[in-house]
């Protein structure tokens, strides 16, 4: 098997709310331009994952809200190759049907997984640290890839290795630690040999089902029956009848921590300008440029930031719109063609509430 | 000379920098509905005087980009009683082209001058107000109505009264003083022989020309051919030589400053609740709604604020969307079709600044 062969998965889901109002539940980060191009965060994951397979071996995995949008921005991508999910039921879900719809096409294939809304800047070394990953899994590791972290992150889940992270060397993941306080990630990042998860995997799907059959049989049963459906005419029968019975579960928590305690998933460290983007900081820190007195950041030309008697400003004018502060410091200003955000930075984690505020309030068409 | 034979003026002028973004240069604050109805200000001020006067006794003077505006909303204005100035040349050429046209048509009538921008709730006693006032205008005094004060402003100029302010009675104003600083202002309230100048006026035209010829003839010649050719084939010609040359100054401070000086001048109190809508605080004051954590007001249904974890919020929310804010606290934020203004509540003053920054950027779109 060489590495064209490889069979690569996107699974394209997550409302992205921390991101709210740009990203919304029916148009979520991965499809916007968030990437400094006028490529989406998909269509950079496209282009950064497709040198490393064949179009027929690349699959997106994606909920009903979405596949229109997927299909149009990704318009290379076979119809087949697009596995659209009745209702979303978290990663492993996803990330099961994939594989066991690649094994039943390609049987002991190579499948890699990545998140179709992180940025990637060095797309040379990711691909060369995607093929030691590849070599692992062909060995029987599951093996995901690790950021080598640069700062003491409290907002990601770390891998614990069995030594200290080297680039290049696959070794064992001892735990999957959930998200530390910032003291925890302090000692992890001092220690060197904690990487943080990106939900990137690598692994044969034959081994990766039968993980999944010997720990979560309630979700791999029902998933195997529907990857062989998938394709034929009992496809949607299969799926309104099984679909509704797949335990909501992320594959994390249902397969690669168990295994990790086993001794079964193993990791190469991944050091290639990764970035999930996943707030308005990263955005402009990222993507922005310096307007005086904060920075600015924006998917549409006809949007426009001033800044006057600021400082520590983020602003995201992407409705068409300028938007103008005064007198204000250390906000978040969104704009968007149909809400307007006004954050204190310090609570940005705090806009997924907000948006839980917002379906309480029946506002539903703003989320 | 009965009160129905009484003209009325409304000068239409002034963008209201204060109420940008809401305010603009070709949107005046005087068109938009800042009522508590969906009258504008304009409609409001009409609906006001029309009582007090004829249709055909009732003028509107106002520029080239507002022309169209002040048609529209007051269908029933007779097409005569628009004079479009060319160019704004301040309130002095405003007053004095409307008291030369009226002295023309209706030779020693007695015209009363007010904003098109100002609310007032007790219609009544407007009225009886101005009656009073037309009564010292008719013994030939340059009459002003003064705003008896109700907190110690520094946004407005003062009368300065012969005696304590009483309803009714007219009493001289011996002097015009600028914007005080909040000392002052408070020693005004405080001795109650001061007014607000609402640049209410009331006088016969006969009586304010022959002021105005006496002080300022630079002003009078021009305007009194002007009105001459008013209406006739040659107004545009005349417009195009004599406008240009019009001074452009402030009536108070053409005539009736020097005129107070002189004992001429005489007021009125006004107890009307009167109100300028002179910026955001106001307008949420006056009109808005509790929101928790603010107050907020629009004047689009399809417009919404939500305000988490905030205290002492001005929203008003105006171009057709949600605007939430979380965490943020004694801020305005004005939200429309093409700008959003996010603004420290004690900077307001400054907005006036933020468009003059915006004008020397050259986004004069936005103005």
Redo the contacts between chains.
């Keep these: 098997m060489t590495s064209t062969e490889l069979h690569v998965v996107v699974p394209a889901g997550g409302s992205g709310t921390r991101l709210w ?1 740009l990203s919304r539940a029916a148009n979520p980060k991965f499809l916007h331009p968030l990437t400094g191009t006028d490529r989406s965060l998909l269509q950079a994951t496209y282009d950064r994952l497709a040198p490393l397979s064949r179009p027929e071996n690349l699959l997106v995995v994606t909920g009903t809200p979405h596949a229109v949008g997927v299909a149009r921005q990704l318009p290379d991508l076979p119809e087949r190759n697009i596995l659209v999910e009745p209702f979303a039921r978290d990663s492993c879900a996803a990330i099961a049907l994939a594989a066991a719809v690649i094994e039943r096409r390609s049987p002991g294939a190579v499948m890699a997984s990545f998140a179709a809304d992180h940025l990637i800047t060095d797309t040379d070394e990711f691909a060369a640290t995607v093929a030691r990953a590849v070599d692992g899994a062909r060995d029987g590791h599951l093996m995901t890839i690790g950021i080598t972290p640069t700062r003491p992150e409290t907002g990601y889940g770390y891998l614990c290795c069995s030594e200290t992270a080297q680039r290049s060397v696959i070794q064992k993941v001892l735990e999957f630690k959930e998200k530390p306080s910032l003291e925890v990630a302090t000692r992890y990042l001092a220690s060197g040999s904690y990487l943080w998860n990106a939900s990137m995997f690598v692994w044969r799907t034959d081994v990766f089902l039968a993980e999944l059959q010997a720990r979560r049989p309630d979700v791999a049963e029902p998933i195997t029956k529907i990857a062989t459906a998938w394709d034929t005419d009992t496809q949607q029968d299969v799926l309104a009848e099984l679909w509704p019975t797949v335990p909501k579960v992320a594959v994390e928590y249902a397969v690669m921590e168990p295994a990790a305690e086993d001794g079964k998933v193993a990791t190469v460290p991944g050091d290639f300008g990764w970035s999930d983007i996943g707030d308005f900081e990263t955005v402009v820190d990222l993507l922005g440029t310096d307007v005086g007195g904060g920075r600015a950041f924006t998917t549409r030309p006809d949007s ?1 930031a ?1 800044v ?2 600021g400082e520590g400003m983020v602003v995201v ?1 992407s ?10 410091h250390d ?1 978040i ?1 969104v ?10 930075r ?2 940005a984690q ?2 997924k ?2 948006t839980e ?2 379906r309480d ?1 029946g ?1 539903l068409d ?1 989320l």
């Design positions: 109002p426009k001033v006057v008697d004018p409705g068409g719109r300028l938007v103008a502060t005064l007198g204000v906000l200003v704009d968007t063609d149909d809400a307007v955000l006004v954050c204190r310090d609570r705090d806009v509430r907000l505020i917002l309030r506002e703003y």
